[in-house]
Each structure stands twice: as C-alpha cells, then as structure tokens.
C-alpha cells in the first residue's frame, strides 16, 4: 500500500477560537495519519515497541495554504517516499471537498531502539517496503537549520513538560512544539489566517516535568525559534510566509 488515504470531518475541538484548525492540530493529524499507514503496513507502533523500536520525527517541514474549519470535510493522505538508511521520508497533502491543497508536509523519521534511543538501521525494518515517490512539496530535502544568534531574542517564555505534553514514546510529542512555537509568534500579531511555512528540526527529547524555554528572533524575512531543555537544544524552527 503505497498511499493512504483519510476522510476527516475536522473536529470542533481542535480549533481555536475561529473554528479553525489549530497548526498543532494539523501536524497532530498528519501523525495520526501516519500511524495508521504505518499500522496497515505492518510498521505501526505496536509492531515495533514489540521489537524494542519505536519511530520518531527528527525533520519536518509544512505548509499551510488555509485551515479548515470546524467539522469541514477534508482528506489528508501519506506516502513513504523512501529513504537513505537513517531517515525514512514522508509526505502528506490535505485537500478540500473542491481538491484545492489546504496543507503540504514532508518528514523524516529514524526508527531507534526503545530503551537504548540509539538508533537502528532502516534496511532492517523497511525490507521490500513500497514507496511512492511523489514529492508534496519543494522542500524535500530537509537540511538541518542553522539559527541565528539567538542571545538577545525578541521575545521568549518557559513552558513545563506537564504530564498532558507527554505521549507513548515517553516524551513530549512533536506537535506539541509547533503549538509552542505558534504560541511564540502569536505574541507578535502574526496572521496565521495567511499561507505560511513551519520548519522544524528535533533535536533532544523532552521528559517528563522538564522545562522548556521558548526564545524567538525575527531574522530577515523568517522568524527563528529555539527551545531548549535540560539536555540542550531539543527544537529549532521556522517560520515564514511562502
């Protein structure tokens, strides 16, 4: 099964105040999506903590042209579009009733070991797997970001990996950074009603009642955020209009 595909109805309670759809809650819902291929395919989470491994996001990069509103039918489809032994890449689209492109997204996932977190060759998982190789958007090559000095940032706050951030892979999930790092820009006024892009690189899991500090700085025509936690950078994105 090359593509999978989804019909959602967006749920009212992954919206904001707008009746929009939250960009956390769309990256949620690409994971989500995700899971199931990966479940169908015989990779999903269950198959693989079974093994002792576990998937997890290390690059990631969306678009997002509008957010649907609450209870619009849309259809959000993945595809593996191959890999280079460490990273597996994935893609997705969200497309309206009318099949105009609401979000783009492409991914890079390591599988590693459960309890050691280091990671594992992907020859040893993928094994005859079926790619489709369709590119969603014009970044699929994900290199790692660079951030600008980030020592006197324009705005920054702290945040508790509370036990609600906290998913089955025992550290904060990976949408809930993109909501830290909404949240961040929202500070600024920043239109999310408007197309923008969120580039995001995962460095250090979060445990369990760590902190997180927030910092943000306005670079050029992109805004750069860096969070970090007790074991240093755990994410660095960006954010900008298409």
């Not at 903590?49 to 996001?57: A, D, H, K």
């Not at 074991?231 to 994105?237: E, T």
Request: glycine share 4%.
């Amino acid at each position: 099964m090359d593509l999978f595909e989804l019909s959602i109805e967006i749920p009212s309670y992954l919206c904001d105040r707008k009746d929009l759809l939250h960009p956390w809650a769309a990256v949620r819902l690409c994971q989500e999506v995700s899971e199931f291929h990966s479940k169908a395919t015989g990779i999903g989470y269950e198959d693989m903590v079974s093994q002792n491994r576990i998937w997890i996001i290390s690059r990631a990069y969306y678009i997002i042209y509008r957010r649907p509103a609450a209870f619009e039918k849309v259809m959000l489809s993945t595809w593996s579009r191959g890999n280079d032994g460490l990273f597996a890449f994935r893609d997705y689209r969200m497309v309206d009733t009318k099949g105009e492109t609401l979000l783009a997204g492409t991914t890079y996932w390591p599988v590693i070991d459960f309890t050691s977190r280091r990671p594992i060759r992907l020859k040893d998982v993928l094994d005859n797997y079926e790619y489709r190789y369709e590119e969603a958007t014009n970044h699929s090559v994900l290199e790692r970001l660079r951030l600008p000095d980030m020592s006197n940032p324009d705005g920054r706050f702290e945040q508790t990996a509370l036990f609600s951030l906290i998913d089955h892979a025992q550290h904060v999930n990976n949408s809930e950074y993109v909501r830290l790092a909404i949240d961040s820009m929202m500070q600024t006024g920043f239109d999310i009603d408007k197309p923008f892009s969120i580039e995001v690189n995962y460095q250090h899991e979060t445990q369990p009642e760590d902190t997180l500090s927030v910092l943000r700085k306005q670079d050029g025509d992109a805004t750069f955020i860096q969070i970090t936690n007790s074991r240093g950078l755990s994410v660095a994105a960006k954010i900008a209009r298409p």
